[in-house]
Nanobody, 121 residues
Framework: QVQVVESGGGLVQTGGSLRLSCAAS????????IGWFRQAPGKEREFVAA????????SYLDSVKGRFTISRDDAKNTVYLQMNTLQPEDTAVYYC??????????????WGQGTQVTVSS
């Protein structure tokens, strides 16, 4: 099980930006595909974005395309989610997770604590 830690959430106004970080331990980080997910109150957790090992492929939820950008810095064992033009419907707890296969899974046995993103209208 790869241990990941999410950070960077906060409270922003509509139209604002945040950058989330997903840090992981281990020498194999560069080989992992990493995904971001989110869960809003009363809703199911949903896939947001993913980046393949080597950064060769990315994938996004349709509603965040053009606003969110996923990237990775393997030297820092970190994946980022740059979120621009945030909307109230982006309010959720954001989680990251790791997979060895692409496309990444949507279901995992373990989730970290996540980081809260709140967008005020």
């Amino acid at each position: 099980q790869v241990q990941v830690v999410e950070s960077g959430g906060g409270l922003v106004q509509t139209g604002g930006s945040l950058r989330l970080s997903c840090a992981a331990s281990g020498r194999t980080f560069s080989l992992l595909d990493i995904g971001w997910f989110r869960q809003a109150p009363g809703k199911e957790r949903e896939f947001v974005a993913a980046i393949r090992s080597g950064g060769t492929q990315v994938s996004y939820l349709d509603s965040v395309k053009g606003r969110f950008t996923i990237s990775r810095d393997d030297a820092k064992n970190t994946v980022y989610l740059q979120m621009n033009t945030l909307q109230p419907e982006d309010t959720a707890v954001y989680y990251c997770n790791a997979d060895w296969n692409w496309p990444i899974r949507r279901q995992y046995d373990y989730w970290g604590q996540g980081t809260q993103v709140t967008v005020s209208s």
